[in-house]
């Protein structure tokens, strides 16, 4: 399970979008076909899973920018940056190949540190990184 | 002071509880310099024991605040905030390795 | 003299409200949640203090109520969220 594989753009997707592997099932199951709309029921069935869940990963999906609501209320897969779509791209071919290591991945994300954050809130001149 | 009694001994009570949090929450703060190193953390222990102090005090006098020297006690307890803030920038500046 | 050190607690207590509720928002560290609330509490208890001894000396009652359980009891509000917020997220 070797992590060094994964490309930094997967990493960075991980990071700060995705959450759990209902989110990258249902937006690979969008990815792998592009044309089609997809209503949160449609993804429900496909995936067996609720219907309510399913709308929440849909416009969690649209809000991070990797799909497109459509006017008869469904939505399609449609990533608004290249650097994104490639990255899903990434996500795809390595959710195939090494599954577990994109799932450890996801679920072991380090937790924000409170303490340092407190400190840190008291910064007037904000440069992440250093100290 | 001309208060119902159980006014002043809610309120005696009151100070109790919140200088028994102050001491509580000088014990974490301390703990996280201990843990961190950040001199914030050490100035905002002793902030907050300060506070506790005042309100310590606050239960015994029965005369009016103002009059007393009490406010320098909260005074001492804000500066040191106060330093601790400028002093966490100061430092972000000076050396960007905390 | 008393009055100035009330109003420069309070904006002390203010600015540390915002920088750790600010803080809040960007992080989502409940830590900064309860301490900025704890600082919101402790500017209203400056706030009622300087109300009490500087604007409104000869009364004891304020909304109802005394003004000694208003402010001890922005006093206990401000410092029990502090200590809850301690004792449950700061890891």
């Given at each position: 399970m070797s992590q060094d594989e994964i490309p930094d753009n997967l990493r960075t997707l991980i990071n700060e979008q995705l959450d759990?592997?209902?989110?990258?099932?249902?937006?690979?199951?969008?990815?792998a076909?592009?044309?089609?709309?997809?209503?949160?029921?449609?993804?429900?069935?496909?995936?067996?899973?609720?219907?309510?869940?399913?709308?929440?990963?849909?416009?969690?999906?649209?809000?991070?920018?990797?799909?497109?609501?459509?006017?008869?209320?469904?939505?399609?897969?449609?990533?608004?940056?290249?650097?994104?779509?490639a990255a899903v791209g990434e996500l795809a071919r390595a959710y195939a190949d090494r599954r577990v290591t994109v799932i450890s991945l996801i679920y072991s994300k380090p937790r924000t540190d409170q303490v340092r954050t407190f400190a840190d809130a008291f910064r007037l001149r904000k440069d992440k990184g250093n100290g | 002071m001309n208060l119902p009694h159980w006014v002043e001994n809610l309120n005696v009570f009151a100070?109790?509880?919140?200088?028994?949090?102050?001491?509580?929450?000088?014990?974490?703060?301390?703990?996280?310099?201990?843990?961190?190193?950040?001199?914030?953390?050490?100035?905002?222990?002793?902030?907050?024991?300060?506070?506790?102090?005042?309100?310590l005090a606050l239960a015994f006098i029965d005369a009016d605040e103002v009059r007393t020297w009490l406010y320098a006690v909260r005074l001492v307890a804000f500066v040191l905030i106060l330093w601790g803030i400028v002093d966490k920038n100061r430092a972000a500046r000076a050396a960007p390795r905390d | 003299m008393a009055e100035t050190v009330y109003v420069l607690c309070s904006l002390t207590s203010?600015?540390?409200?915002?920088?750790?509720?600010?803080?809040?928002?960007?992080?989502k560290a409940r830590l900064l949640l309860w301490s900025g609330l704890c600082f919101v509490c402790l500017m209203a208890n400056n706030v009622l203090l300087f109300l009490d001894k500087v604007v409104y000396p000869e009364q004891d009652l304020f909304l109802g109520g005394y003004f000694v359980l208003w402010r001890s009891g922005t006093a206990v509000l401000g410092i029990g969220l502090l200590v809850y917020g301690l004792v449950w997220d700061s890891e």
């Open positions: 759990s592997v209902v989110q990258v099932e249902v937006l690979l199951l969008l990815h076909q592009p044309a089609r709309e997809f209503s949160a029921a449609a993804v429900a069935r496909e995936l067996r899973i609720e219907a309510a869940g399913a709308e929440a990963q849909l416009q969690h999906l649209r809000a991070g920018g990797m799909l497109e609501s459509t006017p008869a209320g469904g939505y399609r897969y449609a990533a608004r940056a290249p650097a994104l779509a | 100070l109790g509880v919140v200088a028994m949090g102050c001491f509580v929450a000088g014990l974490f703060f301390l703990r996280f310099w201990r843990r961190t190193g950040d001199r914030l953390f050490l100035i905002f222990g002793v902030a907050f024991w300060v506070l506790g102090a005042n309100w | 203010l600015a540390c409200a915002v920088m750790l509720l600010r803080g809040y928002a960007r992080s």
